[in-house]
T-cell receptor, first 114, second 115 residues
């Protein structure tokens, strides 16, 4: 079975500071990992994904994520947060060995304070 | 927006009503999905139509019934719903290549309230 955990329901950060949104996963095969963002009253938007290759993945809006196999983590990062980054962030995983569908985390609400 | 549209955006219905949610994707994808999003819970995958095959979550009650007449359109038929079915229902699509996971594109959702 595949699972994903986002240990923080809420993350607050000051504008201009670096931000990190945490994600850990559990799969039996190779993981395929995704980050999505959801703004109020909107659907989810794709940010970035890790399939294979470099552990540091760069995505939309200046976000990046680092795949760490030993820690089974895929934390989302941005060097300098903007107020407009405030939104709900979802991590998702698919087990490349056995699953055909994504499993999403419960989401982390990011608030960037001006 | 994302190329995936959903109608209606908001729906209020009684427990005895019958209604349908509609989703259309303009991206040429071959897989479509229904998700249920409730507050403080992970997204719940309800149904998948991929390469003409339907895959469903066995925990979804039979009062939800999907229909996929072609690769661009997806419906969710609702009848005899319960108040706990109130949620945001999201449609998504992706290009499903065997063994190659591609990102899903989501519609804006239908906010459903069951009275």
């Amino acid at each position: 079975a595949q699972s994903v955990a986002q240990p923080e329901d809420q993350v607050n950060v000051a504008e201009g500071n670096p931000l990190t949104v945490k994600c850990t996963y559990s799969v039996s095969g190779n993981p395929y990992l995704f980050w999505y963002v959801q703004y109020p009253n909107r659907g989810l938007q794709f940010l970035l994904k890790y399939i294979t290759g470099d552990n540091l993945v760069k995505g939309s809006y200046g976000f990046e994520a680092e795949f760490n196999k030993s820690q089974t983590s895929f934390h989302l990062k941005k060097p300098s947060a903007l107020v407009s980054d405030s939104a709900l962030y979802f991590c998702a995983v698919r087990d490349g060995g056995s699953a055909r569908q994504l499993t999403f985390g419960s989401g982390t609400q990011l608030t960037v304070l001006p | 927006e994302t190329g995936v549209t959903q109608t209606p955006r908001h729906l209020v219905m009684g427990m005895t009503n019958k209604k349908s949610l509609k989703c259309e994707q303009h991206l040429g994808h071959n897989a479509m999905y229904w998700y249920k999003q409730s507050a403080k819970k992970p997204l719940e995958l309800m149904f998948v139509y991929s390469l003409e095959e339907r895959v469903e979550n066995n925990s979804v009650p039979s009062r939800f019934s999907p229909e996929c007449p072609n690769s661009s359109h997806l419906f969710l038929h609702l009848h005899t719903l319960q108040p706990e079915d109130s949620a945001l229902y999201l449609c998504a699509s992706s290009q499903d290549n065997s063994g190659r996971p591609n990102e899903q594109f989501f519609g804006p959702g239908t906010r459903l309230t069951v009275l």
